[in-house]
């Protein structure tokens, strides 16, 4: 049923409740509350449902430009990309982590909004390097499948033309929903280039999955590497995740950034 025919539908509710409301008489008013109320409930509820339906159609991930991201949330130093994967930082940084994202996964995007500023100061002091790894594993979870892959893909093209810490921030600033539409490869090639990525090939990079087979091979060697496995299961975590020094950092702890820079 159309979002039209839902609304119309819940306004004839309404009106009959009007209707049944002023048929009682005048001695009723326990009737007439109820059906008041009934109307009130019934005009929150196609209320409620077009502004969601409005915001539906307004989400950038189904149409326009993806938003830029402000430059305080940027990461200001080098991004180099290293095979299927990007190295963010300063030669001076004593310590490497290696992150697991899918562009695609919420809780990745916790994980961005809940220590991005941290990890951001650490890299640019020349505490730390961040690999990141931008894995394909949520491809079935959008609509249509397959964002993971092409997103991961694309910021691997950016890479190579200088703008992949301004691309990382933008897609997790203005995340996709899981289970729903991600963003066009025309648009993620409208992003890199409205950030100025201006290498030749870029946009055939993105339109061809340049680096599908790669990105495929991340997935299976990450899904294989015993340090990133759950104890419980014996299987890999998912994303997002963490290691250090051969180690799964445990981000339970709050900690874990600090405390691999001490």
Known sequence: MG??????????????????????????????????????????????????????????????????????????????????????????ATVTIDVYEDFLCPICGTFEKTYGSDIKKAVEDGKVKVRYNILPMLNRLSKPEGYSTESANAALCVADGGKFNEFHAALFGAQPEEGEAGYTKDQLIKLGKDLGVTSAGFESCVQNQTYKAQLDELMSKTSNDPVL?????????????????????????????SDLTK
């Open 3 to 92: 979002g039209a025919e839902r609304s119309a539908r819940k306004k004839k509710q309404a009106a009959r409740a009007v209707a049944q409301a002023r048929s009682t008489g005048g001695s009723d008013r326990t009737k007439i509350i109820a059906g008041v109320a009934v109307v009130a409930v019934l005009a929150i509820a196609v209320i409620g449902y077009v502004v969601f339906q409005s915001t539906k159609s307004s989400n950038p991930a189904s149409d326009g430009a993806i938003p830029q991201t402000s430059p305080d949330h940027i990461i200001s130093a080098p991004a180099v990309r290293d095979g299927s994967s990007v190295l963010v930082g300063k030669d001076t």
């Open 229 to 257: 496995k759950d104890a419980d299961t014996g299987r890999f975590r998912g994303t997002p995740s963490v290691a250090a020094n051969g180690k799964l950092v445990d981000l339970d702890n709050k900690n874990w950034l």
